[in-house]
């Protein structure tokens, strides 16, 4: 049991694409692995999802192969463009707290904090 086990995506909705893009790219991969004959302990596995310091963080336990490694990077990076909110495109904030959101959700959450 990780994390993922426990808690499942620990992240805002907007992030959705990119999460099910790597959950494919592991689909794949596993499916690649079950050819070879290659049995379930050598797969690798989701073992968290979640934000942190305003980037998508998706940890793969198990071997991971070079192309399966440079997804998870490219759709990490790009989580720091996308507002984890609502999939517009957004922006890395500095505050009180590091979050990636668009300008309108920015907006709501700073009001939301004020009051
Ligand atoms: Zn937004």
Not at 92 to 100: E, K, S
Request: aromatic residues 6%; proline residues 3%.
């Amino acid at each position: 049991m990780g994390p993922y086990d426990e808690w499942g995506i620990e992240c805002g909705d907007g992030w959705f694409a990119l999460i099910d893009r790597l959950c494919q790219a592991c689909e794949r991969e596993i499916e690649g692995l079950i050819a070879l004959g290659i049995s379930n302990e050598r797969w690798p596995r989701v073992a968290q999802i979640k934000e942190k310091m305003g980037s998508l963080r998706f940890r793969i336990t198990g071997p991971v192969s070079d192309s399966l490694q440079e997804q998870k990077t490219r759709a990490e990076l790009e989580s720091l463009s996308v507002c984890e909110q609502c999939a517009a495109p957004g922006m890395l904030r500095d505050g009180r707290w590091r979050h990636t959101y668009c300008d309108r959700c920015h907006a709501e959450e700073e009001a939301r904090r004020r009051h």
